[in-house]
């Protein structure tokens, strides 16, 4: 099940974030206050998922769990680039 979770988070993020919310407090016991999942869930859904991952580890936020954080951040800052830039070039297609 973990693995199918993996992947459907790399798939669907935001949906994996309310499954996760909804059927656990995986989330929950890894921020102590609500705003940050909620500005994860909206701004950086990968992320939050890393993160959350990372905490839960015996390790914590450092090593490869600090790699695999730095690599969910530019997924999802590369879809939010990408989306505007296909934005900019369909302008000057008109």
């Known amino acids: 099940m ?14 994996t974030i ?3 919310v909804i059927f656990s407090d995986y989330i ?5 206050s609500l705003l940050w999942p909620i500005l994860g869930f909206f701004f950086f859904p990968t992320a939050t998922l890393a993160y959350t991952w990372a905490i839960h580890a015996q390790g914590g936020l450092e090593g490869i769990h600090l790699a695999i954080f730095v690599i969910a951040i530019l997924i999802d800052v590369g879809l939010v680039g990408s989306g505007a830039r296909c934005g900019k070039w369909r302008r000057w297609e008109d």
């Open 18 to 20: 309310v499954l996760l």
């Open 28 to 32: 929950g016991t890894a921020f102590n």
């Open 2 to 15: 973990p693995c199918l979770l993996g992947c459907l988070a790399l798939v669907a993020p935001r949906f």
